[in-house]
């Protein structure tokens, strides 16, 4: 696995669907979540490790700060699926990851997801913090 593009596939399920037994376009972005996860796992980080660290300092967490989504053609019900994500900026506090939903050959949907790095411990009040330097040395270079 590279951090250049990486892909997740995922089954639709009937609670996917809406009652004409398409996804609903809000389930779009949490295939994207899926992905991302995913992708972080791939490279070795695990988002609730992350999260608590070591209880000696803050963790860190993903917040999303901006999505736009595009959709082009329906999924539907039974459909396999494969998420991508690849990176497009990585900066200290934030990245911007392009994401699509293919099913085949064909592109079903696509957005950019900007994700911010927050502190979150008990008392960090989730405020913006540097990426792991871990995880920025496994991204790059893409």
């Given at each position: 696995m590279t951090a250049a593009r990486f892909e997740h596939a995922l089954r639709v399920y009937w609670e996917d669907t809406d009652a004409g037994g398409v996804?609903?376009?809000?389930?779009?972005?949490?295939?994207?979540?899926?992905?991302?996860?995913?992708?972080?796992?791939?490279?070795?980080?695990?988002?609730?490790?992350?999260?608590?660290?070591?209880?000696?300092?803050?963790?860190?967490?993903?917040?999303?700060?901006?999505?736009s989504v595009r959709?082009?053609?329906?999924?539907?019900?039974?459909?396999?699926?494969?998420?991508?994500?690849e990176p497009r900026e990585l900066g200290r506090a934030s990245m911007l990851l392009f994401q699509q939903a293919w099913r085949g050959e064909r592109l079903l949907a696509e957005g950019e997801i900007r994700i911010g790095c927050v502190a979150s411990g008990a008392l960090a009040d989730f405020k913006p913090t540097?990426?792991?330097?871990?995880?920025?040395?496994?991204?790059k270079p893409f």
């Amino acid at each position: 696995m590279t951090a250049a593009r990486f892909e997740h596939a995922l089954r639709v399920y009937w609670e996917d669907t809406d009652a004409g037994g398409v996804v609903f376009y809000a389930n779009y972005l949490k295939y994207f979540e899926r992905a991302r996860t995913e992708w972080l796992r791939g490279l070795g980080f695990s988002q609730e490790a992350m999260r608590l660290q070591d209880g000696l300092q803050d963790g860190v967490m993903f917040v999303v700060s901006s999505t736009s989504v595009r959709y082009l053609s329906p999924a539907r019900l039974d459909d396999l699926l494969q998420i991508s994500v690849e990176p497009r900026e990585l900066g200290r506090a934030s990245m911007l990851l392009f994401q699509q939903a293919w099913r085949g050959e064909r592109l079903l949907a696509e957005g950019e997801i900007r994700i911010g790095c927050v502190a979150s411990g008990a008392l960090a009040d989730f405020k913006p913090t540097r990426i792991p330097a871990a995880l920025i040395k496994a991204i790059k270079p893409f």
